[in-house]
């Protein structure tokens, strides 16, 4: 089936989409994106992706589109039109397309910024039986540049991290940065160790992940103990469990790291129940 997309106020099937060949973000990866995800038909966590987005666009700069304020209704619209039970909705906003290729920003009075979403079919997101076996990652160093924190289009690095991974044989790679992870290529990470989960704490060395925030929350109201600090490679080989969390995997049990088996070597209770308890939350809240 041909989706059906949105492009700077229009609603096209994706065969009819275009952006420009001097949008910023094709040529200068100038932008900011968002996923979220979809559940029962419904949008998880979606105010939280929405607060986000806006401080990305501010701390680049980069104006709001006019359809902003409409956001809401444009990711309504499209999970409707393309039947999205369980999936996602990717949304990207750039400076624009002044028209040539510069350095220097274009003025933002004569360069609308450039909006697109469109739809991911995921049937069984939520079932994935990854969650039930556990995934294996490798720690690499972590060479991005330093504002982690802004949900920017620059992902060559992240996915050449997911290519180490796979050419390892394993699932993910863990970044390392001063001898402490800082988070996964598309994720945020933990470990389990005493009984505490430990996480790193928000700065602009990591993204401040909205699936992160839900489930510290629901740790906690769980009577579970948590602790924002960094943790090394050797923390987390040595811990009870791992796991890490995004919008798109939720709450993914981590088995094993460089080769090192993680407690037991298999899906542990923290990370079982904390994906259980998300998952259900997220359905209620679900919008």
């Not at 990854?130 to 690095?157: C, F, H, N, P």
């Amino acid at each position: 089936m041909t989706r059906t997309v949105f492009v700077n106020g229009e609603y096209l099937p994706e065969t009819e989409a275009k952006v420009s060949i001097f949008d910023r973000g094709f040529l200068m990866a100038d932008g900011v994106y968002e996923v979220t995800s979809v559940l029962d038909g419904k949008l998880i966590d979606f105010d939280g992706h929405l607060k986000r987005l806006e401080r990305s666009l501010n701390e680049l700069g980069i104006q709001k589109p006019a359809e902003f304020d409409d956001l809401l209704e444009i990711h309504r619209k499209l999970v409707a039109d393309n039947g999205i039970e369980e999936g996602m909705v990717y949304l990207q906003i750039t400076r624009g397309s002044p028209g040539d290729r510069d350095f220097v920003f274009p003025d933002p009075e004569t360069t609308r910024p450039t909006l697109v979403l469109f739809t991911q079919n995921k049937p069984g997101l939520a079932d994935n039986p990854v969650a039930k076996q556990g995934i294996k990652v490798i720690s690499i160093e972590d060479i991005r540049w330093g504002r982690r924190d802004i949900k920017t289009v620059q992902l060559l690095y992240p996915s050449m991290g997911k290519m180490m991974a796979k050419k390892a044989g394993c699932d993910d790679a863990w970044l390392v940065e001063d001898g402490f992870v800082t988070e996964g290529t598309s994720n945020n990470t933990y470990i389990v160790k005493g009984g505490k989960i430990i996480t790193r704490n928000l700065s602009n060395d990591i993204l401040h992940g909205i699936t992160r925030a839900a489930v510290l929350k629901f740790a906690r109201e769980a009577q579970m103990e948590v602790e924002e600090r960094p943790f090394t490679i050797e923390e987390a080989q040595g811990a009870e469990e791992a796991f890490f969390t995004s919008a798109s995997a939720f709450v993914m049990p981590v088995i094993e790291v460089d080769g090192v088996k993680v407690g037991e070597g298999k899906v542990g209770p923290v990370a079982t129940r904390l994906r259980e308890i998300y998952l259900d939350e997220s359905r209620k809240a679900g919008i």
